[in-house]
């Protein structure tokens, strides 16, 4: 596809499950974002891969999320024993790298634990 | 810390060009300035970056000022699917790829 593609498009959990959620990049780059953003607030950074080097977690807001993109393409973004203040948008972005390439966004994973 | 300062809300007339502030007084001299914009329920789409030129688009028109402390960012004829949420950003870390993403600026468009 042309743009980046997340999935599911919604996802409803129980809490206390795992959940993972899946950013397929545009083909050929090289820098991979995800972000979330809470109901009526801003994108809050969570994790960030650029090619082979180590990723960048310093976003992520506690040891129950984790991701792993591999092969430099796909992702997944993995929220262990999920609970309530998870509900949110997950957004992934990727870009070709260096500081004067956009971004180009998803349309997000709404997750809902219930 | 979002490095930038945003009006939370603004009202433009349909037709009329919409001019959107946004401060970044900190900004380094190798970090670029990116708007993206948000309607709702959608993923943020891209409108324009600069460094320290003025640049423009088919979408916008970017003015940095000279001391790159500002930017504004001008839509020439603003329609009522101009409504949304403009993020004004400064693109910040060591190798310079996060991109920090702040309250932004909810703009309304009138008919």
Request: proline share 4%; hydrophobic share 30%.
């Given at each position: 596809?042309?743009?980046?593609?997340?999935?599911?498009?919604?996802?409803?959990?129980?809490?206390?499950?795992?959940?993972?959620?899946?950013?397929?990049?545009?083909s050929g780059h090289t820098a991979?974002?995800w972000y979330r953003q809470s109901?009526?607030?801003?994108?809050?950074?969570?994790?960030?891969?650029?090619?082979?080097?180590?990723?960048?977690?310093?976003?992520?807001?506690?040891?129950?999320?984790?991701?792993?993109?591999?092969?430099?393409?796909?992702?997944?973004?993995?929220?262990?024993?999920?609970?309530?203040?998870?509900?949110?948008?997950?957004?992934?972005?990727?870009?070709?790298?260096?500081?004067?390439?956009?971004?180009?966004?998803?349309?997000?994973?709404?997750?809902?634990?219930? | 810390?979002?490095?930038?300062t945003q009006p939370t809300s603004?009202?433009?007339?349909?037709?009329?060009?919409?001019?959107?502030?946004?401060?970044?007084?900190?900004?380094?001299?190798?970090?670029?300035?990116?708007?993206?914009?948000?309607?709702?329920?959608?993923?943020?789409?891209?409108?324009?970056?600069?460094?320290?030129?003025?640049?423009?688009?088919?979408?916008?028109?970017?003015?940095?000022?000279?001391?790159?402390?500002?930017?504004?960012?001008?839509?020439?004829?603003?329609?009522?699917?101009?409504?949304?949420?403009?993020?004004?950003?400064?693109?910040?870390?060591?190798?310079?790829?996060?991109?920090?993403?702040?309250?932004?600026?909810?703009?309304?468009?009138?008919?």
């Amino acid at each position: 596809g042309a743009g980046v593609s997340q999935s599911p498009s919604n996802k409803v959990t129980e809490k206390g499950k795992d959940v993972e959620l899946r950013c397929d990049p545009i083909s050929g780059h090289t820098a991979l974002y995800w972000y979330r953003q809470s109901l009526g607030q801003g994108l809050e950074f969570l994790i960030y891969f650029q090619g082979n080097s180590a990723p960048d977690k310093s976003g992520l807001p506690s040891d129950r999320f984790s991701a792993e993109r591999t092969g430099g393409s796909v992702s997944t973004l993995t929220i262990q024993r999920t609970q309530q203040e998870d509900s949110a948008v997950y957004l992934c972005a990727s870009t070709k790298g260096g500081m004067n390439t956009e971004a180009f966004f998803g349309q997000g994973t709404r997750l809902t634990v219930v | 810390d979002a490095k930038t300062t945003q009006p939370t809300s603004m009202d433009c007339a349909e037709g009329r060009a919409a001019n959107l502030p946004c401060n970044h007084s900190t900004i380094s001299g190798n970090e670029y300035v990116y708007w993206y914009r948000q309607i709702h329920s959608q993923g943020p789409q891209y409108i324009i970056h600069g460094l320290k030129n003025n640049e423009t688009n088919e979408m916008a028109s970017l003015i940095i000022t000279e001391d790159r402390k500002s930017s504004t960012l001008i839509l020439p004829h603003a329609t009522l699917r101009d409504t949304a949420v403009y993020y004004c950003i400064v693109r910040v870390g060591n190798t310079g790829n996060q991109f920090y993403f702040g309250t932004g600026t909810s703009l309304t468009v009138i008919p």
